[in-house]
Each structure stands twice: as structure tokens, then as C-alpha cells.
């Protein structure tokens, strides 16, 4: 076990015993786990909107009501690169460790606000400003998420093993959004509507706060990572030394640029897609999208471990190439698909397209930096990104779909994969330039 978190003063971390196996999955474990609930109350949000809109806003109209809620919903999404800023620098300077705890302390106060916030007849505008307050803990506690957890399975990890480790970041992720829709069917499927308008909604944030304590407490035992703790005496990181460092930079945006945009529309995207332009029913489209995305989430760990075993950037490299070459394909074949198995394959092809992306890119990305500005080099271009291409995807859709072309759609989502292609090709390879281990 690693004892480096006990040194005496002046000893080297280096001089620690070598860390277990054992312990660095235990530690691995606990921050995935921590990142499963930290989405899980992301998206339950969105999940149960419909029932808690009228809650909050006065009682207008159910559409302005919801316009509301998905305006506090978008509030919380531009709040990720602030987010991915502030724990970046924190992760840099206090450790991984602290900012991990940090993260699940802020969605966990944020959940459990709206989970016991009175409706606006009863507290009239405090309603939708606590709402609002909550959603922007949320939205921060997201934005570190990222970074910081992307960097820590990454030092974590063994080199040889490093792909398939941080490749739980995204089969977390993406067990959050089917955990948030299971609990949404089973309380469809227990209480009745006017229960779940009621007082039924607030079951899962009070389900997410619980998860988020039981997860503060698993963080509790994971050990630092010996990257920090071995330069933790050395340089602070700031956005000046983060400037400095302009290539990496670019390169985050570049190959996150094309990746996000094809995630975002394969998976929140797609049950309205199938629904809207398709013609399936909601209950369809919401099997399809259930089923895709956990054959997804358990696709991550196998590309994970195949990029350990011939680099990143070949995956990167047949992601960018099938995604341009495939995408108005697939699209446009499922605009006219009549049954629901057509509808999953076309789907599962997508995405094991995207998992090309997915399943390396936190790794890929804490390859690039240096350890004093490993976390915020990761999170803050991360999550810039994220909010222009992979938060306005859904919005572009609907926009092209509202003029009369979608097929535009398909097309832009093409042209960003192929300008992330452009960046593949071009970078090195990081499994065999990584800065884990040289800086």
C-alpha cells in the first residue's frame, strides 16, 4: 500500500513502497464511483423536468414552465468550464483527492436542494432562484468532475494499463444516464401521475444526494496519486502556466471538437431524433436509446485496453475516419428505417464508432500536461468545448430540422469529426510521448 500521504517532512514520494494492485484499483474504484453519481444527478435533472416544472414557476403555461426549467438546465451546462477552471487550479495545487471531494460535496448540496425546496406558491421567486443556486453547484461539480477525475484515473493507473483504467470514466458517465432513466421508469411504474407531480419527483434527488454522501465517503479512502504527490512542492498552476502550453491546448479543443458533437448526437440527441423525425413511439425510442447505450458503456473498457496494447492515436485515427466517411450514411438510412432492431443496429454502429473517442480521450488528454497543470489543462479546454459543440448539438438539430434541412445536420456533424481527423493525424501518439511519466 502507499504510504506516501504519511511521509515525514522531506521525504520523497518516490521512496514510498511500491503501490498494490489492489490499492489502485480500490483507489480507481472509488473515484469511478464517485464520477457514476456525479452524473447520475446531471441528468436526472432533464429526466424529471417534466414533472417538477410546475413546481417552480408559476402556472402560466406547461411549455413556458419547461422553458424555464430547460433555461436553469442550459445556466448549469455554461457553468462547466468555470467549473472545470476553479477545480482544475484546485486540483493542481490542493491534489486530486481534494478536489474529487470537493466535486461530489457540491452536487451533493445542489441535489438536495431542489430535492427540499418548497414550490413557488408556497416561497414564491426564493423557488426558482434556490433552483437556479442549485443548478450552478451542479454545473461547477460536473465541470471539475471531468478534469480532475480524467487525471487522476490517469496517474492512477499503470502505464501498461493506462487505456483501460481511465476508460471507466466514460462507462460511469454513461451508467449515470441509465441509472437516472431506471429510476424514472420504475417511479412511472409505481406512483401515479399525480403522485410523481406531487412529490414523486423529488425521490431521485433525494436518491442522488444519499449516493453522493456514500461516494464522499469512498473518496474519503482513495489514496493521492504519486505524479502530485512527487511535484506538489514545485510549481503552482495558474492560467499563465497553463498559456504556455498553447499545443496541448489547441490540441484538447481539436480532438474533442468532433468527438463530443457525434456523443451528444448519438445518445441525449437520439431518443428525440427518434422520436421526431423517425416516427417511433416515446417508449420505443426510449428502449432503443437504454439498450445502445449500455452495450456503449461496456464497449468502453475493451477499446480501453486495446489502445494500451497499439496506442491512441490509431483508434483516434479509425474513429475520425469512419465517423466523416459514415455519419450522413447512418443518419440518413435511419431517417427512413422502419423497424426497431433497424433502428439498434444502425445506432450500435454509431456508436461503436464513437467509442474510438469516448473510451480514450480523458487518458489521451492527461498525457498531454505536465503534472502542475495536468488538471486544469485537461478540464478548462475540455469543458469550453463541450459547451459549444457537444451543449448546442441538440439546438443545431432541432434548428436545421425547423428550416427544412436536416440532412444539414448530418453534414455539419461530418465536417467537425473531419477537423478532429486533422488533429489525429497530426499529433503524436501519447501512450508513447506521455508526460505521466517524464515530466
Same mark, same amino acid.
Given at each position: ?27 480507481? @474504484? ?21 414533472? @417538477?416544472? *410546475? ?21 448549469? @451546462? ?41 414550490? #413557488? ?47 471507466? *470514466? ?18 412511472? *411504474? ?75 448526437? #448519438? ?5 428525440? #431524433? ?134 444539414? #445536420? ?30
Amino acid at each position: 500500500m502507499d504510504n506516501s500521504n504519511t511521509l515525514p517532512a522531506g521525504a520523497s514520494a518516490a521512496s514510498a513502497p511500491p503501490r498494490t494492485t489492489a490499492s489502485r484499483v480500490k483507489s480507481i @474504484f472509488s473515484g469511478s464511483v464517485g464520477n457514476m453519481v456525479e452524473w447520475y444527478d446531471w441528468y436526472v435533472y432533464a429526466a424529471f423536468s417534466l414533472y @417538477f416544472a *410546475q413546481v417552480f414557476f408559476p402556472k402560466d403555461s406547461l411549455n413556458a414552465q419547461l422553458l424555464n426549467t430547460a433555461a436553469i438546465f442550459a445556466v448549469g @451546462f455554461l457553468m462547466r468550464p468555470i467549473g472545470g477552471w476553479l477545480m482544475g487550479i484546485y486540483a493542481d495545487r490542493k491534489g486530486r483527492k481534494a478536489a474529487l471531494m470537493a466535486s461530489v460535496l457540491l452536487m451533493c448540496f445542489g441535489s438536495l436542494v431542489i430535492a427540499l425546496t418548497p414550490g #413557488y406558491e408556497t416561497i414564491g421567486i426564493w423557488a426558482p432562484v434556490l433552483l437556479v443556486l442549485a443548478r450552478l453547484m451542479q454545473g461547477l461539480s460536473v465541470g471539475g468532475e471531468y478534469g480532475t477525475s480524467a487525471t487522476y484515473l490517469s496517474e492512477m493507473a499503470t502505464k501498461e494499463r493506462r487505456g483501460f483504467f481511465s476508460s471507466f *470514466q466514460y462507462v460511469t458517465l454513461i451508467s449515470g444516464q441509465l441509472i437516472a432513466l431506471a429510476v424514472l421508469i420504475v417511479l412511472q *411504474q409505481t406512483l401515479t401521475e399525480e403522485q410523481l407531480l406531487s412529490w414523486g419527483w423529488r425521490v431521485p434527488f433525494v436518491i442522488g444526494a444519499l449516493c453522493a454522501v456514500v461516494a464522499l465517503w469512498l473518496r474519503r479512502g482513495m489514496e493521492e496519486t504519486d505524479s502530485f504527490t512527487q511535484k506538489k512542492e514545485t510549481k503552482e498552476s495558474t492560467m499563465r502556466t497553463l498559456l504556455r502550453h498553447p499545443k496541448e491546448l489547441l490540441t484538447v479543443v481539436g480532438l474533442t471538437m468532433g468527438g463530443t458533437l457525434a456523443f451528444y448526437t #448519438y445518445t441525449t440527441y437520439m431518443q428525440k #431524433y427518434l422520436v421526431n423525425t423517425v416516427g417511433f413511439s416515446k417508449a420505443d425510442s426510449t428502449a432503443i436509446s437504454a439498450a445502445t447505450l449500455f452495450l456503449f458503456m461496456c464497449l468502453q473498457p475493451v477499446i480501453g485496453a486495446l489502445s494500451d496494447k497499439i496506442g491512441r492515436r490509431p483508434i483516434l485515427i479509425a474513429f475520425g475516419v469512419l465517423g466523416t466517411v459514415c455519419t450522413v450514411p447512418i443518419l440518413t438510412t435511419l431517417h427512413t428505417i422502419q423497424t426497431w432492431w433497424g433502428a439498434f443496429f444502425l445506432i450500435m454502429a454509431a456508436l461503436i464508432i464513437v467509442s474510438g473517442y469516448t473510451s480514450i480521450n480523458a487518458v489521451v488528454k492527461a498525457e498531454l500536461f505536465p503534472t502542475e497543470i495536468r488538471a486544469l489543462g485537461v478540464g478548462l479546454p475540455y469543458a469550453l468545448t463541450v459547451s459549444i459543440f457537444g451543449g448546442t448539438a441538440e439546438l443545431i438539430a432541432l434548428w436545421f430540422k425547423q428550416i427544412g434541412m436536416e440532412t444539414g #445536420y448530418y453534414w455539419y456533424v461530418t465536417a467537425c469529426i473531419a477537423c478532429s481527423l486533422l488533429v489525429y493525424v497530426f499529433m503524436k501518439d501519447t501512450q508513447k510521448h506521455s508526460r505521466i511519466e517524464t515530466d
